[in-house]
């Protein structure tokens, strides 16, 4: 049973620092990772979806990686801003069951001090 | 990108009553549609995958005759909460699959219930 696990559970950083969030998943037969970013009391939005054949995905300040061997993904957060702050999930698409699904983590909570 | 709506995004109702939540793809047709209950703290837990003029499939642990969905069109999908009890309480998301990023799902704003 796939299982995706993300540390920290929370983080706290300035202004202006670089920060990697971690994402571990333990079945390495995955289609894709992709990373959301959920603020209190909201919905999800998609930050970066990286297909299994790929390494990484850049979007703006941020950039993710996917190890599949290693069941492993980072997304590095440059130059973060307090509008960042924010719950961060990651989650992988396994082929289970007849359409697959989305196995999210618990997140990180993120919190950026001006 | 892909929008997704929720409505209502909240709703309080009293225990025994029974409450839907529509999910509708405005700008594309999701094939399958997603349902979600997130608890405070916790992280999503998928409790139903519909395509559309089929049955839900259900994961495990989820009482399909208390969480009825419909799938009836490409745009919509409705999830009726039966007989709710205070323990239903919690942030239920929709997802779809469907659009221009064929593998990827997009994530509807949630709706916060709350049963008294």
């Known amino acids: 049973k796939q299982e995706v696990t993300q540390i920290p559970a929370a983080l706290s950083v300035p202004e202006g620092e670089n920060l990697v969030l971690n994402c571990s998943f333990t079945d390495s037969a995955i289609y894709n990772l992709q990373w959301f970013r959920q603020d209190p009391g909201k919905g999800l939005t998609s930050l970066l979806l990286?297909?299994?054949?790929?390494r990484e995905q850049t979007s703006g300040r941020l950039n993710a990686s996917l190890d599949k061997s290693s069941g492993r993904s980072t997304l590095y957060i440059a130059a973060s801003q307090p509008g960042d702050s924010a719950t961060y999930l990651c989650a992988v698409w396994d082929y289970g069951g007849s359409q697959g699904n989305l196995i999210f983590g618990k997140g990180t909570k993120l919190s950026v001090k001006p | 990108g892909a929008v997704v709506s929720q409505h209502p995004s909240w709703v309080i109702c009293k225990s025994g009553t029974s409450v839907k939540i529509e999910c509708r793809s405005l700008?594309?047709?999701?094939?399958?549609m997603f349902w979600y209950r997130q608890f405070p703290k916790q992280s999503l837990m998928l409790m139903a995958t519909?395509?559309?003029?089929?049955?839900?499939?259900?994961e495990q642990g989820v009482e399909k005759d208390k969480f009825l969905i419909n799938h009836a069109s490409l745009t919509l999908s409705t999830l009726t909460v039966t007989s709710a009890h205070p323990e239903d309480s919690s942030f239920y998301i929709c997802s779809a699959r469907g659009g221009q990023g064929r593998y990827e799902q997009y994530f509807g704003p949630g709706t916060r219930l709350t049963v008294t």
């Open positions: 519909s395509n559309e003029g089929s049955k839900a499939t259900y």
């Open positions: 990286i297909q299994s054949s790929q």
């Open positions: 700008d594309f047709q999701a094939t399958t």
